[in-house]
RNA sequence: GGCCUUAUCGUCUAACGGUUAGGACAUCGGCUUUUCAAGCCGGUAAUCCGGGUUCGAUUCCCGGUAGGGUCACCA
């Protein structure tokens, strides 16, 4: 915590190319970001891509772009460059091969004398004997000397109970089966993430380290390697994990937790997106819950932050997304409808080219994202904006009504002629929704509201489900209404 | 199995050791609307268990229980 005060912050996101970034990942860069503004502080985007099996050819670019998307940004990466370049660990070998050999110097690195599956056995022997691994058991005497053919191996300098502070956990611990002798340098040249992480933490002088809890067994390795290396460690921030739907499995790839990109493309909003991420696991001092990364900010208290996992949750994605949705200006909500129309339904569009800026609001209504539209265009919940309904003659005009079956027919003819009539009334300028309800209101009255009201709904959209008849006949125009009508008549009468 | 760690409504969470345990999402009900949605109003719903410490524990301590993490030439 001194270090807060005291110290200019730098921090950094240190992703591995290994494929999509989940939203869990997504988090923590958006916790890092926060703490690094928060204090006005430095935040360097770090690629670890040290694992060349795993490694996946556009990953890093992808990481980028959820990044950007989300609105986080940084001031030193590899795109970017800095005082610290590169910002690529495999453009950094040369620099972990210095640290390496200075262990070697100092005693505390030798190359590992067992072949893999030897190794293997140890391992397969200690799972037997329900024991955990430690490799430090099987520690050669004398160590050879290192010709780079064989995984390089720290040797623990003490074997010491740790105590560290972690800016979320607070006081932690940890027995000496936490220590062991772990690979620094692998055989093929590229050092593990549990060595280079920590030179690059010490040359970029990294103050504040935010990770997933999972590492919270690893630090006192770090700690044993900080103090082999004579350098002071940085502060330690863990993160709780997030937690599937099932809310027992920590969410990850495994697990079906989605690409962040996702997200972007059913729609959700990258300000609700940082909104939600936000509040899973941080809470602020007051019950406040719709944020502008601006808000954030400023709000924003590592102590606060939870140490037990929260469960991923879609409704309140939802429900955020749509209080972002609600605010967004007029045009934008309108470009957001528009993209989610299906195609299908746009080359049906016959009789009015703004339909689709008319019909936004309604939209926006009904749905808490993208997908929701999609969901409403597949369900003919849309199709009657974009063409000519499809009546059903014998579905909809008996769910009005009292009306005696004999002649219902003609009766309801009657009323939708006498609403034509009305609405003939009204000067196209002044067609409107307002206007429309006053005219028809009434008689609606008089007849019975079902009766009118209904049938002209229905006549109007063709379907079960549809917002009123008031605001379906502005957006459909006094002519398209007036023909709907008289078609529904037509229909009636066969 | 060892080590580490966590525990408040279904979910996310708030609460200097003293509150009718608060808010939000979800859910349920009402109003509105003769459809759907939205909106407004209201309701149901929680301190894991057992011991301490204390005049008083959600809160502090210990033990249990349950959950999570980790024990790689992955990060």
């Known amino acids: ?20 970034m989940h939203v869990g990942n997504l988090r923590t860069a958006l916790y890092t970001y926060l703490l690094a503004k928060k204090n006005n502080g430095t935040l360097i985007l770090r690629i670890e891509d040290t694992d060349k099996e795993r490694e996946v050819a556009g990953a890093t670019e992808h990481i980028l772009k959820v990044l950007k998307w989300i609105g986080i940004s940084w001031d030193e990466g590899p795109d970017i460059g800095g005082l610290n370049a590169p910002y690529t660990q495999s453009e950094r070998l040369d620099l972990y091969k210095k640290y390496a050999e200075k262990l070697i110097k100092y005693g505390l690195a030798y190359p590992d004398p067992y072949s893999e599956s030897e190794v293997e056995e140890f391992r397969k022997k200690a799972d037997e004997e329900k024991k955990p691994f430690l490799f430090r058991e099987h520690r050669p005497m004398t160590f050879e000397k290192w010709d780079g053919t064989k995984p390089l191996r720290f040797k623990v300098p003490e074997l010491k109970v740790y105590h560290w502070h972690d800016l979320v956990f607070g006081n932690l611990s940890a027995g000496h089966e936490a220590l062991d002798d772990f690979v620094l340098i692998k055989s093929d040249g590229y050092p593990t993430y549990n060595f280079c992480h920590v030179v690059d933490d010490i040359e970029m002088k990294i103050t504040h380290v935010i990770r997933g809890q999972e590492y919270i067994s690893s630090i006192p390795k770090y700690l044993s390697l900080y103090e082999g290396l004579h350098v002071d460690p940085p502060v330690f921030v863990c993160l709780p994990h997030i937690m599937g739907k099932d809310g027992i499995k920590k969410l990850g790839k495994r697990d079906g937790a989605k690409d962040s990109l996702e997200y972007k493309e059913d729609g959700y909003l990258p300000e609700a997106m940082v909104n939600f991420l936000a509040l899973l696991g941080w809470h602020p001092s007051d019950d406040k819950e719709i944020f502008t990364m601006k808000e954030l900010i400023e709000a924003f208290e590592v102590e606060r932050i939870q140490k037990s996992g929260a469960q991923w949750n879609d409704d309140k994605l939802n429900w955020i997304n749509r209080e972002y949705l609600k605010k967004l200006p007029t045009k934008e909500q309108e470009e957001y409808v528009e993209k989610f129309i299906p195609r299908n339904l746009k080359d049906l569009h016959e009789y009015n080219r703004n339909i689709i800026n008319k019909i936004t609001p ?102 079960d489900k549809s ?17 709907r009508l008289n078609t529904a008549i037509k229909i009636l009468k066969i």
């Open 467 to 483: 917002p009123d008849p008031f605001i379906l006949a502005e957006i459909l125009g006094k002519e398209e209404t007036i023909n």
């Open 362 to 463: 309604i939209i926006l209504e009904r749905i808490k994202n993208g997908k929701d539209i999609i969901e409403m265009a597949k369900n003919a919940e849309l199709t009657y904006f974009f063409g000519k309904p499809n009546y059903q003659k014998d579905s909809l005009f008996f769910k009005s009504s009292k009306i005696s079956q004999e002649n219902k027919y003609e009766i309801l003819s009657s009323y939708l002629e006498k609403t034509i009539s009305l609405l003939s009334n009204i000067k196209d300028s002044d067609f409107n929704k307002e206007n429309v309800k006053n005219t028809i209101w009434s008689y609606s009255e008089e007849v019975g509201r079902g009766d009118i009201l209904w049938p002209m709904r229905y006549a109007l959209s063709g379907v």
């Open 1 to 20: 915590m001194e270090n807060i005060t005291k110290k200019k912050v730098v921090t950094r996101f240190a992703p591995s190319p290994t494929g999509f």
